[in-house]
């Protein structure tokens, strides 16, 4: 399995208070990602890193901030969380080689905000 | 529109069944696909990469059409191990961010 961590696994926390989830990768890959799968939407793209502080934004990014000041960590932070953030949330990291990169998966943070 | 499509299913096949799933995409710069499958409360694993030739392993194979923007699946002889979510991925961009957009998923149940 690729070496990479995220913390915590579980939290519950509440409506109005900040969260930073870690990734922590130990494959030196060059792309990290943020997904939230909820029931009937899938993975969706919340930011991703394509180097050290270089980001973007994906399809949900609205209060949610990332930081990438060293290539094995990804901080994706909830800067003041709400319901409607409630969710699976994974990370990801990737490397390119000849036809594209596989992107190699965290097992997941549940996050509940109450 | 999406920029990655899926039926979502859930397609509900006995054992030793062939299937076939299809994702379309909107962007036709796209440059990269790939099958991921996930397995219930799990992480997405890689399936397999899908290249412009088209390619198999095993009992899957994976094509990509480019004049009509979509990719397939295909499994043979379906077992009950393939019971799983089929997660389609396309990289939309031509540029060096190399950002990835999953499909909402296919699901798939195989009964005895």
């Known amino acids: 399995d690729a070496g990479i961590t995220q913390s915590p696994r579980h939290k519950v926390t509440e409506t109005g208070t900040p969260v930073t989830l870690r990734c922590h990768q130990t494959?030196?890959?060059?792309?990290m990602y943020w997904y939230r799968q909820d029931p009937g939407h899938g993975l969706r793209l919340i930011h991703y890193?394509?180097?050290?502080?270089?980001?973007d934004k994906g399809e949900v990014s609205d209060g949610y901030s990332v930081s990438r000041s060293k290539t094995e960590d990804f901080l994706l932070t909830l800067e003041s969380a709400t319901s409607s953030q409630t969710s699976v949330y994974f990370c990801?990291?990737?490397?390119?080689?000849?036809?594209?990169?596989?992107?190699?998966f965290g097992q997941g943070t549940r996050l509940t905000v109450v | 529109r999406k920029e990655v499509e899926q039926d979502p299913g859930p397609f509900n096949v006995p054992e030793g069944a062939t299937v076939a799933f299809n994702c379309t995409y909107s962007?036709?710069?796209?440059?990269?696909f790939f099958w991921y499958r996930q397995d219930c409360r799990k992480e997405p694993k890689l399936l397999m990469s899908?290249?412009?030739s088209g390619n198999e392993d095993g009992r899957f194979t994976a094509q990509l059409n480019r004049a009509s923007q979509y990719i397939s699946l295909l499994i043979r002889d379906s077992k009950l191990s393939d019971s799983a979510t089929y997660l389609c991925?396309?990289?939309?961009?031509?540029?060096?961010?190399?950002?990835?957009?999953f499909g909402s998923g296919t699901r798939l149940l195989v009964r005895p």
């Open positions: 990801a990291i990737g490397d390119r080689g000849q036809e594209g990169a596989e992107a190699f």
């Open positions: 494959e030196n890959h060059r792309y």
């Open positions: 890193s394509y180097g050290v502080k270089d980001t």
């Open positions: 962007n036709s710069a796209s440059q990269s």
């Open positions: 899908v290249y412009s």
């Open positions: 991925v396309v990289n939309p961009r031509m540029d060096s961010s190399y950002k990835l957009i």
